[in-house]
């Protein structure tokens, strides 16, 4: 009988590549001394916005290419996915930001205040200008987490607490900064986030509200609820979340929407994201370990290809672009 391939961490990459390599019938086991998904994994705290075409303002190509096809495969995987594009908005004062975003991306519409308002109509006359990409969506991590772990524990696969005695076949290491021991050139890059109520507030769809220092993104979640994130500070530390950041993100939506000063705060979050020096995914082979890491800020977008290609090397020994000392 083969022996299992062990996949360490069962974040969104662990349970990935799990996912992928059981749809090929190669046995798994998964370890995490936490047991699964939850509040001490980045992936937590994600936005869980799939939207490639936004992130070449500040990506490397390969992210969007990458990117692509991400949400057909979390909807295949039991994710519920919101088909409603991604608005990017700027106040007036910072068109000059908008004009900058637009010329860096590509597959979105300018649109005015009208359009807007007929996108979100809590909007009507708040915003005068922005941006529409309509092929975009996002969906809820804490739901896709739980679909991907279901969907393994269907077909038999658990997560251990525990190392096993003995591994004698290949290890998957998709620890994320936990891995900083065997990977050295890994560094931390913190995010914050709140998760507020505020049903006055109805919106629909990803809104991204440009700003030179406090860019914030809004992900509603459903409910009246919705997810505000922005920071993106180079640093490990895996603290609560500083007010200072809360104060900026709070202020931020309320400039969109003074509504939002009469939301209730459900939970605040805080972790740092793996990411290399150029902010691209890493797969490493080390004798009979691989390392999958390094998602950086994608990490619901560049999962699935990441975990296709770990398994395509798996399987057949194919060396897929993303393994870096073959592609650097």
Same mark, same amino acid.
């Given at each position: 009988?083969?022996?299992?391939?062990?996949?360490?961490?069962?974040?969104?990459?662990?349970?990935?590549?799990?996912?992928?390599?059981?749809?090929?019938?190669?046995?798994? !086991?998964?370890?995490?001394?936490?047991?699964?998904?939850?509040?001490?994994?980045?992936?937590?705290?994600?936005?869980?916005?799939?939207?490639?075409?936004?992130?070449?303002?500040?990506?490397?190509?390969?992210?969007?290419?990458?990117?692509?096809?991400? &949400? =057909?495969?979390? &909807?295949?995987?039991?994710?519920?996915?919101? /088909?409603?594009? %991604?608005?990017?908005? $700027? @106040?007036?004062?910072? *068109?000059?930001?908008? =004009?900058?975003?637009?010329?860096?991306?590509?597959? *979105?519409?300018?649109?005015? &205040?009208?359009?807007?308002?007929?996108?979100?109509?809590?909007?009507?006359?708040?915003?005068?200008?922005?941006?529409?990409?309509?092929?975009?969506?996002?969906?809820?991590?804490?739901?896709?987490?739980?679909?991907?772990? =279901?969907?393994? #524990?269907?077909?038999?696969?658990?997560?251990?607490?525990?190392?096993?005695?003995?591994?004698?076949?290949?290890?998957?290491?998709?620890?994320?900064?936990?891995?900083?021991?065997?990977?050295? =050139?890994?560094?931390?890059?913190?995010?914050?986030?709140?998760?507020?109520?505020?049903?006055?507030?109805?919106?629909?769809?990803?809104?991204?509200?440009? *700003?030179?220092?406090?860019?914030?993104?809004?992900?509603? !979640?459903?409910?009246?609820?919705?997810?505000?994130?922005? %920071?993106? @500070?180079?640093?490990?530390?895996?603290?609560?979340?500083?007010?200072?950041?809360?104060?900026?993100?709070?202020?931020? #939506?309320? $400039? @969109? /929407?003074?509504?939002?000063?009469? $939301?209730?705060?459900?939970?605040?979050?805080?972790?740092?994201?793996?990411?290399?020096?150029?902010?691209?995914?890493?797969?490493?082979?080390?004798?009979?370990?691989?390392?999958?890491?390094?998602?950086?800020?994608?990490?619901?977008?560049?999962?699935?290809?990441?975990? !296709?290609?770990? #398994?395509? /090397?798996?399987?057949?020994? *194919?060396?897929?672009? @993303?393994?870096?000392?073959?592609?650097?």
């Amino acid at each position: 009988m083969t022996a299992p391939v062990t996949i360490l961490g069962a974040g969104v990459l662990g349970l990935s590549i799990a996912t992928e390599l059981t749809a090929r019938d190669i046995p798994v !086991r998964i370890v995490d001394p936490n047991g699964g998904p939850g509040p001490h994994g980045c992936s937590w705290w994600a936005g869980g916005m799939l939207a490639p075409y936004c992130e070449e303002e500040s990506a490397d190509p390969t992210v969007v290419r990458l990117g692509l096809d991400a &949400a =057909d495969w979390w &909807a295949e995987r039991g994710a519920f996915i919101h /088909h409603s594009g %991604t608005l990017v908005l $700027a @106040l007036s004062r910072d *068109h000059t930001e908008l =004009d900058r975003f637009a010329r860096r991306t590509r597959a *979105h519409d300018p649109v005015s &205040a009208a359009e807007i308002a007929a996108l979100e109509p809590e909007l009507e006359n708040r915003v005068r200008r922005g941006l529409f990409y309509a092929s975009e969506s996002h969906l809820t991590p804490r739901q896709a987490l739980g679909a991907l772990r =279901d969907g393994l #524990a269907a077909k038999g696969v658990t997560i251990q607490t525990g190392a096993p005695a003995t591994v004698t076949g290949l290890t998957v290491d998709a620890r994320g900064l936990a891995a900083r021991d065997a990977l050295p =050139d890994l560094r931390g890059v913190r995010g914050e986030m709140l998760m507020v109520r505020c049903p006055e507030v109805t919106l629909t769809r990803t809104i991204r509200l440009l *700003h030179p220092r406090i860019p914030l993104y809004i992900v509603p !979640r459903g409910e009246g609820v919705y997810m505000l994130g922005a %920071t993106m @500070l180079e640093s490990g530390a895996k603290t609560r979340v500083t007010a200072r950041a809360a104060v900026e993100m709070l202020s931020a #939506a309320y $400039a @969109l /929407h003074p509504a939002f000063a009469e $939301a209730e705060i459900l939970e605040l979050g805080a972790d740092a994201r793996p990411a290399f020096p150029d902010n691209l995914p890493r797969l490493r082979r080390r004798g009979s370990t691989l390392y999958a890491n390094g998602l950086y800020r994608h990490g619901y977008l560049l999962a699935p290809a990441v975990a !296709r290609m770990a #398994a395509d /090397h798996i399987e057949t020994g *194919h060396i897929p672009e @993303l393994m870096d000392e073959h592609n650097p």
